[in-house]
């Protein structure tokens, strides 16, 4: 029996970074949480603890400080591409690298005179992601976003479902549905407007869980993903994993009292948890760049 080494990749995790741009008096900010890995020829380092070819953690955080300095931040997507062709193309026995970066959004104070020059206020819980996959030439960009909290107050049933002797849930044409929106998207290409492209899907998806009349999450999501793809041809595929935030109407009737869908509990746990891809049949294979990104079929 021989025994080898398989798959490996290391490098260092989540180097939290805010970068502020200070050339005008409004001041602009960047809060980023970046990881970098590494793949290649590191079977010494594996099998021998030989350091030769070990990039060492410590120098990739560095460099993506150095890197903030140097360039900025600018689009995620492209700061990820910028650290992953510099490990790629600086050292040999470096044959791909993996760079994922979660951008966390901030908001200029609101002041009577207007939107403040250098005070921020955090929003929420809403993070832009991306990933980004380099194997010699070959490059993958797949972002995203998480925890975008939307709720409708109506225009969601749900009914026709199997009944069986477990099944308690009414069945409903009137309904509060409510998700927390975690999207990956991948892109074909890398000549793109990353910023643009972005704000373009958030909106999409927004809008189309507004004005869709839904008879359930998962045709929900069809259509958000549908919609994205309709009028983005540079994004070859969209997945989602999105809880179902349930809101069950309070019953009212022991005090005397109606509840026509006015009333509700908003149960936090458990809850339906709801995923599907969205793909163009004649996109191009994604390889294995999705192996990467967990919590995603």
Not at 43 to 51: P, R, S
Request: charged share 25%; with cysteine; hydrophobic share 35%.
């Amino acid at each position: 029996m021989a025994i080898r080494l398989g798959d490996n990749q290391y490098g260092k995790a989540e180097v939290r970074l805010v970068h502020i741009n200070r050339d005008t008096d409004v001041h602009t900010i960047k809060d980023v949480n970046v990881t970098s890995q590494l793949r290649g020829d590191f079977e010494a380092v594996h099998t021998k603890g030989d350091n030769a070819h070990c990039v060492a953690t410590d120098t990739q955080k560095n460099t993506v400080y150095a890197f903030a300095r140097k360039y900025g931040v600018g689009a995620i997507e492209d700061f990820a591409l910028r650290l992953a062709r510099y490990h790629v193309d600086t050292f040999e026995q470096v044959h791909g690298a993996r760079q994922e970066i979660e951008e966390y959004t901030w908001t200029r104070a609101a002041t009577a005179e207007g939107p403040h020059n250098h005070s921020f206020v955090r929003d929420g819980r809403e993070t832009r992601t991306t990933v980004v996959v380099k194997d010699g030439a070959e490059e993958t960009v797949i972002s995203g976003l998480e925890g975008l909290t939307v709720l409708k107050t109506t225009d969601s049933e749900f009914h026709g479902f199997p009944r069986t002797e477990y099944t308690t849930l009414a069945e409903t044409t009137d309904r509060v549905m409510a998700t927390d929106v975690k999207a990956r998207w991948r892109y074909i290409g890398t000549d793109i407007d990353w910023d643009k492209t972005y704000a373009s899907i958030r909106a999409i998806l927004i809008e189309t869980f507004a004005d869709h009349h839904s008879l359930a999450l998962q045709q929900t999501l069809w259509e958000m993903g549908k919609a994205v793809l309709e009028a983005h041809p540079e994004v070859a595929e969209i997945k989602f994993s999105c809880p179902n935030k349930h809101h069950f109407v309070v019953d009212l009737s022991p005090f005397g009292l109606d509840n026509p869908n006015e009333v509700f509990f908003a149960s936090d746990r458990s809850y339906g948890k709801i995923e599907a891809t969205i793909e163009r049949d004649d996109a191009p294979a994604a390889g294995r760049v999705w192996e990467t990104v967990p919590g995603f079929i």
